[in-house]
């Protein structure tokens, strides 16, 4: 119940963004991944853009298996103070949980989402339809995302699909609308300076 009690102060500047209303959008989404182009934001490894094999459109699956992961973002992603969340569509087609797909970051080797057999923050159900999955977490600054066909899970090469990732920092409240705050204030003086 603690974290319930929201200064008057932060209320009133949350107050005082909602009444300057468009034009002061503040957002956190550091990655947006949807495997219709390239695999240009990840490093090499084995995985490859296929076809969708239940929608019309394509995602991520792997022609090899691998352990520490496999692909990596390019780029590395922090939130300020920490909180994130990542979210991203999971397909696993083997017939039993335990496909094998996993998605993680570095460094520090933390699986956030994985099919069984070896710690993750969450389960990835492998039940052959898209599945999306939503994972909140606290990392530390300068994260890359890792995703992989896990050697030691019971499934084959393949038989995992990734889709529609997304990675969001969550500032704190104060953060936020302290940021927000001097967004907006520039906008502002901006609009009453042109
Ligand atoms: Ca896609
Ligand atoms: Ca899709
Ligand atoms: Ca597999």
Redesign the pocket.
Known sequence: MKRLLIPPAILAIFGWLLVLGPGCAFGGVLFLEDFETDLSQWTSGQGVIVNDPLEADQALT?TG?NAGGDIWTVASFTSIPGQYILSFDYL?T?GSQG???FVGYDPGDVWLAGTGGWPSLVTLPDTGQWEHITVPFTGPAGISLKVE??SG????????YFDNFVLTAVPEPATYALVGLGLCAFALLRRRSA
């Open positions: 792997f298996l696993g083997c496909c094998g797909g066909d896990w899970a019971g499934g084959v090469a393949g038989d995992v």
